[in-house]
């Protein structure tokens, strides 16, 4: 795989991410891999983070 620094394209991942108040927002995310179930933390500046 190529670096996005590089010229090549990171790769990204469409995530369903079922929020505390049970609604559900759809994320795209470069440069991580999350696995179905995984428990994840939005960050203030919207960056998704395992935790």
Sequence with gaps: MQSA???GSASSQ???VRMDDGT???L???GAS???GERVAIGADGRV???
């Design 5 to 7: 620094a590089a010229g």
């Design 14 to 16: 469409s995530l369903s």
């Design 24 to 26: 559900t927002q759809v």
């Design 28 to 30: 795209t995310v470069q």
């Design 34 to 36: 999350f696995q179905p």
């Design 49 to 51: 983070l395992p935790q």
